[in-house]
């Protein structure tokens, strides 16, 4: 039974950082495709980062260059470090896990493509 635990979340001013873990168990992340999705209130689940092991890194243009998606395989877990955090990057965070790697690019930030799913941590980012 795959399990995802997402924990780092909190409330920053804008402009600091945080870090987002989710640690994975019955799921070998080593081989798999993973990625982090956010919903604010009020609006609809994005895609923010995704990491695949066959086709790498991919981040939606509102992160890019500001967050990074890694993954330690020996501690089974995600992480996802945000940094100058904006007052729009308020949402609740979530770590999803695909059965198949392989895709690339935009597919990877498609919430049709995991089929398993954290909890969520809360971002808060104040002004």
């Known amino acids: 039974q795959v399990q995802l635990v997402e924990s780092g979340g909190g409330s920053v001013q804008a402009g600091g950082s945080l870090r987002l873990s989710c640690a994975a168990s019955g799921y070998t992340i080593s081989r798999g495709s993973m990625a982090w999705f956010r919903q604010a209130p009020g609006k609809a689940r994005e895609g923010v980062a995704a990491?695949?092991?066959?086709?790498?890194?991919y981040y939606a243009d509102s992160v890019q260059g500001r967050f990074t998606i890694s993954q330690d395989n020996a501690k089974s877990t995600l992480y996802l470090q945000m940094n100058s955090l904006k007052v729009e990057d308020t949402a609740m965070y979530y770590c999803a896990a695909a059965s198949s790697a392989g895709a690339s690019g935009w597919l990877l930030l498609r919430d049709w493509r995991y089929n398993y799913w954290g909890q969520g941590t809360q971002v808060t980012v104040s002004s």
């Open positions: 990491i695949d092991s066959r086709s790498g890194a």
